[in-house]
Each structure stands twice: as structure tokens, then as C-alpha cells.
């Protein structure tokens, strides 16, 4: 059985920093093709944030894609040894603030921005910024 687990949310002034974590099990020793982070504010339909894939991929650590509104700021990686997906969110802004999920599956690289594409998503973790 596949789990994920988000931890690392809270309340961050604006310009700070968060470094959200992903905690997946069960998904067998190859892990999945692709890993990403979403985000949902009351009210708005589930974005994409980041993601890190294998699929289409030359590089041995994945390519990473970002949405427009953070690049530059987020950084998204994997541990493939503690099979943990981080989200390094700096110089934040209250625009960010939104339950963060972390998703996992076999996701071709044209379906990697879609919610829909991902088959195992956490429960979500809180961030919230301040301005």
C-alpha cells in the first residue's frame, strides 16, 4: 500500500523560508516516475507547484519543471535513499499560502502539471504567510 506523508507547514512571515517534506512508502524499490507538489487555497482549485520526473528525463536525478509563480523561489529534490520528495520554499509571500500536497505516480512527462495524473497523494500540510 502506497502512502505519502507531508510534514514542515506553519506560519512564516512574508520573505521567509519553509522546507516541506514528503515521506513515501510502499511504492517498491523503483520508486515512481515522477513526484510533485500541489497546492490548494480556500476557494481555488488544486495548482501545481513543482515536480520532479524521470519520465523523458537524461538525467540521472530527474528534471524539475516549476510553476511561473515560483520559479526562482521553490526548489523541489528527492532523496531516493530515505525515498523522501522536499519542496524548498524561500522569500515567500501571502499569495503562497494554501494546503501543500505532495503526489506521486506514473505520469507521462505531457500530463506532469495535472492533478489528475497523479494515482497517490498526501493528506496536505498547512503553510501560511504572513504579510
Known amino acids: 500500500q502506497v502512502q505519502l506523508a507531508e510534514s514542515g507547514g506553519g506560519l512564516v512571515q512574508a520573505g521567509g523560508s519553509l522546507r516541506l517534506s514528503c515521506a513515501v512508502s510502499?511504492?517498491?524499490?523503483?520508486?515512481?516516475?515522477?513526484y510533485a507538489w500541489f497546492r490548494q487555497a480556500p476557494g481555488n482549485e488544486r495548482e501545481f507547484v513543482a515536480v520532479?520526473?524521470?519520465?523523458?528525463?537524461?538525467?540521472?536525478?530527474?528534471?524539475?519543471y516549476y510553476a511561473d509563480s515560483v520559479k526562482g523561489r521553490f526548489g523541489i529534490s528527492r532523496d531516493g535513499a530515505k525515498n523522501t520528495v522536499y519542496l524548498q520554499m524561500n522569500f515567500l509571500k501571502p499569495e503562497d499560502t494554501a494546503v501543500y500536497h505532495c503526489?506521486?505516480?506514473?505520469?507521462?512527462?505531457?500530463?506532469?502539471?495535472?492533478?489528475?495524473?497523479?494515482?497517490?497523494w498526501g493528506q496536505g500540510t498547512q503553510v501560511t504567510v504572513s504579510s
Open positions: 503526489a506521486a505516480g506514473e505520469v507521462d512527462l505531457r500530463s506532469i502539471r495535472s492533478a489528475g495524473s497523479y494515482a497517490y
Open positions: 510502499g511504492g517498491g524499490p523503483r520508486g515512481f516516475s515522477s
Open positions: 520532479v520526473t524521470w519520465s523523458g528525463s537524461i538525467w540521472s536525478g530527474g528534471s524539475t
